[in-house]
């Protein structure tokens, strides 16, 4: 059974990898090609924030510490880079599921085999891990390295230090801060702001133009990332631009209902983080960040699978059915097929209501029901011993209209500044 299952999820993750890399050469791993030209015209004596790609008007929208780490990728051939990129894709992918497997496993009680198995397919089936393949995308790194902090993995004096280099890369992992602050995780609270604020630092002394270039202008610009207002942004502030309300209207309900939203879901992150449900509380405050977040492309909606390997009941067969409703949700293409249907409103924002749902409502339980409370100090004292075992889970599939929607065909996107 174990075998069958790995043999199933290694031949998705074959056929995904092969979709990606047989593209046209101006559709292949596109977002590599963006970071790739960024750098690369960067390096000429431009911008990073000048790069438009050819076919798509694609521009580079990272902080330019992004440029940095990039830089070094721009010195090996192209489509040798492609492939490392996406066997390095598929790597991370195993090492979530194996992260996830443990949690799953006490989930649906079964065999940690089978649930790390299972979380594989999952994930290698669903929308933003096909979206991460096809793509080129770096999300799914980011994700693993703040799991590295939020689950315990590295040793407490280094907790921090992984999700710092993942906010420094992209802005987003910064909503881990506080929550490592609201669970008594100071250290890694610290520690994380610490290395942000070194990364970023290093950056104004080594690209100081660009660095005044992205803070003072291209993060300003929300519309430089593309057509926001398409189905394939599943954030509040996406929603809201697909009903034509005001700006000034649109930016008030995303900073009151989000922030709100971003609130209760630390709240209830920290109450998870006291009974041990780790990757519960780490999907809880991711799913807040797509809701919160202005811009939230399928390959961002990570860990909206998350939540589907967490137990919301003290039954597996229960636990079994949320795993299937939230994997159907990020496997099928919901967001684009579904703004046809009738109800096409309700369906089109689909996934946003899952993420409001899983960081506000979701009941998350503890590994086989355990809902006991640590001793007070529980927290800090196992920061203090080392990494502890705990789980969760992660799947996901790719929407294929949403590249189109953010840059139609041989739209050109005029770079700001």
């Known amino acids: 059974m174990v075998s069958l299952v790995w043999a199933t ?31 690369n015209l960067w390096k000429a ?41 996406t066997l390095a894709t598929i790597a991370a992918v195993v090492a979530i599921a194996k992260i996830a497997g443990k949690v799953a496993s006490e989930a649906w009680q079964a065999t940690s085999g089978v ?50 280099i993942a906010a420094a890369l992209k ?6 801060i506080p929550y490592f602050w609201v669970t008594g995780q100071r250290r890694a609270a610290m520690n994380a ?38 189905g394939g942004n599943q954030s509040i502030n996406g929603a809201l631009l697909r009903l034509n309300l005001s700006d000034s209207v649109r930016t008030t ?8 939203i971003v609130f209760v879901a630390l709240w209830r992150a920290a109450q998870m983080t006291k009974r041990g449900r780790l990757l519960a509380a780490s999907a809880v405050v991711g799913a807040a960040s797509v809701v919160f977040s202005p811009v939230s492309w399928t390959h961002h909606q990570i860990w909206l699978v998350l939540a589907a390997f967490a137990a919301i009941s003290l039954v597996a067969a229960r636990n079994w059915a949320w795993s299937a409703v939230v994997a159907a949700l990020m496997v099928l293409p919901v967001t684009s ?54 789980g969760d889970v992660s799947a996901e599939h790719l929407d294929p209209p949403e590249r189109g929607e953010r840059y139609p065909q041989g739209a050109r996107k005029d770079p700001v500044g």
């Open 337 to 390: 097929v579904g703004a046809n249907l009738p109800g096409g409103v309700f369906w089109e924002n689909m996934r946003l209501a899952l993420a409001v749902f899983i960081a506000c409502l979701a009941p998350f339980v503890g590994a086989r029901g355990s809902t006991a409370a640590e001793p007070a100090g529980a927290t800090a004292s196992a920061e203090e011993s080392g990494p502890i075992e705990t």
């Open 193 to 230: 702001l610490g290395t942000f604020i070194a990364a970023t630092g290093l950056t104004w002394l080594v690209l100081f133009d660009e660095s005044i270039r992205y803070w003072t202008i291209e993060l300003l610009d929300v519309q430089r990332v593309g057509n926001i207002a398409t």
């Open 171 to 176: 802005l987003t992992p910064l909503i881990f």
């Open 45 to 85: 004596g431009s911008s990073l924030y000048d790069f438009a790609a050819a076919e798509t008007g694609a521009p580079f929208t990272y902080p330019p510490f992004a440029g940095l780490i990039f830089a070094p990728l721009t010195y090996l051939n192209t489509a040798t880079l492609m492939v490392i990129w």
């Open 115 to 164: 649930a790390m198995a299972s979380s594989a397919l999952l994930l290698f089936l669903s929308a933003p891990i096909s979206s991460n393949i096809r793509f080129g995308q770096v999300s799914i790194f980011l994700a693993l390295l703040v799991l590295l902090d939020t689950m315990k993995i590295v040793p407490p004096k280094f907790a921090g230090v992984a999700t710092g």
């Open 253 to 260: 309900a995303v900073l009151v209902l989000g922030g709100a």
């Open 9 to 39: 999820a290694c031949i998705v993750a074959a056929l995904q990898a092969w979709a990606g890399l047989s593209r046209p050469w101006s559709d292949r791993l596109s977002d590599l090609q963006v970071y790739l030209g960024g750098v």
